[in-house]
C-alpha cells in the first residue's frame, strides 16, 4: 500500500502565494519522479511541473517563472512553490509518484494522491 498526503491548498487573492506539500509513505522501495497535475472544472488533467529523483525539473509554459517544484528525498515529500498567482491557476492540484514497490523493486507504478483544492480570487 502507497499513500500520498497533499496539503497547503486553499483560498488567496491574485498575486499571493501558496505551497502545496505531498507526503508519500507505505510499501516504496524508492520514488522516483514526483509531479503535480492540476483540473480545473470541465478541462482535462494537465501537468504543472515535475521532478526527477536526481532533481532535474520541467514546468508548463503557463507557470514557468511563477512556480517551483522542489522534494526531499530523506522525507519522500515533494513541494509546490506557487507564487504570483492568478485566478486561471484555479483548479484542484493532485500529486503523482512513481515509485519502485518493496519486493517488487524492478517494476515501476506510480500513485496518484487525493488533490487540494487551490483557489485564486480577483
Known amino acids: 500500500q502507497v499513500q500520498l498526503v497533499e496539503s497547503g491548498g486553499g483560498l488567496v487573492q491574485a498575486g499571493g502565494s501558496l505551497r502545496l506539500s505531498c507526503a508519500a509513505s507505505?510499501?516504496?522501495?524508492?520514488?522516483?519522479?514526483m509531479a503535480w497535475y492540476r483540473q480545473a472544472p470541465g478541462n482535462q488533467r494537465e501537468l504543472v511541473a515535475s521532478?526527477?529523483?536526481?532533481?532535474?525539473?520541467d514546468y508548463a509554459d503557463s507557470v514557468k517563472g511563477r512556480f517551483t517544484i522542489s522534494r526531499d528525498n530523506t522525507k519522500n515529500t515533494v513541494y509546490l512553490q506557487m507564487s504570483s498567482l492568478k485566478p486561471e491557476d484555479t483548479a484542484v492540484y493532485y500529486c503523482?509518484?512513481?515509485?519502485?514497490?518493496?519486493?517488487?523493486?524492478?517494476?515501476?507504478?506510480?500513485?496518484w494522491g487525493q488533490g487540494t483544492q487551490v483557489t485564486v480570487s480577483s
Open positions: 507505505g510499501s516504496i522501495f524508492r520514488l522516483e519522479a
Open positions: 521532478i526527477t529523483n536526481g532533481g532535474n525539473t
Open positions: 503523482k509518484a512513481d515509485y519502485r514497490p518493496l519486493g517488487s523493486i524492478w517494476n515501476l507504478n506510480y500513485y
